[in-house]
């Protein structure tokens, strides 16, 4: 049974760093596709960033290029969101999901976590 369990969110002031964990299970990390998503307030979903399954090569979306890395431990199955100079456009709920494909233009994804709440605010 595939499960993805995220961490590691909170309140943080701008400029301030989070690191958000997916801890995984069921299938296969390094062969998998991860990515992160968020969904702020009021706001549909946005993609964030993906760590391909194979080359563990990864993109970003320009709203967090340079601020943003992602990251996984094969050994312990876990993806890491590390975000450095948060700011309060930043403020959303943060998921992890795995396998993304294209289905009639629209990102989908096979399985989704539960999400974590990132607040940035002074």
């Known amino acids: 049974q595939v499960q993805l369990v995220e961490s590691g969110g909170g309140v943080v002031q701008p400029g301030g760093s989070l690191r958000l964990s997916c801890a995984t299970s069921?299938?296969?990390?390094?062969?998998?596709?991860m990515s992160w998503v968020r969904q702020g307030p009021g706001l549909g979903l946005e993609w964030v960033s993906d760590i391909i399954g194979s080359s563990a090569i990864t993109y970003y979306a320009d709203s967090v290029k340079g601020r943003f890395t992602s990251s996984r431990d094969d050994v312990n199955n876990i993806v890491y969101l590390q975000m450095n100079n948060l700011k309060p456009e930043d403020t959303a709920v943060y998921y992890c999901?795995?396998?993304?494909?294209?289905?009639?233009?629209?990102?989908?994804?096979?399985?989704w976590g539960q999400g974590t709440q990132v607040t940035v605010s002074s």
């Open positions: 999901a795995k396998d993304p494909r294209l289905v009639g233009g629209k990102r989908e994804y096979d399985q």
């Open positions: 069921g299938f296969t990390l390094s062969t998998s596709t």
